[in-house]
């Protein structure tokens, strides 16, 4: 079974909205990293929140971690259309170094 | 500057038919490797892992196999390829933070 799982599984906003997406997992980690992935593409690293971190902050990005419910929240400020995108929480689980384990992924899309 | 180097970006294969994936890495030494797949409109899957030359663990019994020739070099293999091998299969490096740098992927059909 995955250890991540993103919801919802999909949205649907407008330019200049925010997007926010959820993050829930079941073991104990090391961090909880964010990729997105345009279609047909490798995914690409957006940001990385370590397990004692609560809230970090990238250009447009907002990750929030709350370990006692084992849950993160992805947060796209003012989005434009070129986020459209899936985008993925990964988990570094604690005795698992170095192998990352995804969620199926929240796909969103931004509308001119 | 590293970079990592996926091909073939596509593959149609028939049932039975052998499989060669290859994955480079430049610009660093000593890489972790992996190879990913990612069935339609899900996540990735882990398959294989490698800590260096000649080392690597399976993440799932399947009819895949995986070899690390020379330090940045992963390869993706299978003697005879099944209809569930079907997929986007994504190679991936890290070092230190374990963030991870993925190349283009390749899809694999099998028909």
């Known amino acids: 079974s995955q250890q991540g799982e993103e919801d919802p599984q999909a949205l649907s906003i407008q330019e200049g909205e925010n997007a926010t997406m959820n993050c829930s997992y079941k073991?104990?980690?090391?961090?909880l990293q964010w990729y997105r992935q345009n279609s047909g593409r490798g995914l690409v690293h957006l940001i990385l929140i370590r397990s004692n971190e609560r809230e970090k902050h990238s250009g447009r990005l907002r990750v929030t971690l709350d370990t006692s419910k084992k849950s993160s929240s992805l947060l796209i400020t003012a989005s434009r259309a070129a986020d459209t995108a899936s985008y993925f929480c990964?988990?570094?689980?604690?005795?698992?170094?170095?192998?990352?384990?995804f969620g199926a992924g929240t796909q969103v899309v931004v509308t001119p | 500057s590293q970079t990592i180097h996926q091909w073939p970006a596509t593959l149609v294969q028939p049932v039975g038919s052998p499989l060669s994936l290859e994955c480079t890495v430049e610009?660093?030494?000593?890489?972790?490797l992996y190879w990913y797949r990612q069935a339609a409109g899900r996540g990735l899957q882990l398959l294989f892992y490698s800590v260096g030359i000649g080392q690597i663990s399976s993440e799932v019994p399947q009819n895949l196999s995986a070899s690390r020739p020379q330090d940045r070099q992963f390869i993706l293999s299978s003697k005879k390829l099944l209809l569930s091998d079907s997929g986007f299969y994504l190679c991936a490096w890290s070092k230190g933070a374990n963030v991870l740098t993925f190349g283009a992927g390749s899809r694999l059909t099998v028909l």
């Open positions: 073991t104990s980690i090391n961090n």
């Open positions: 990964a988990t570094d689980v604690s005795d698992s170094w170095g192998k990352l384990q």
């Open positions: 610009g660093t030494s000593n890489p972790n």
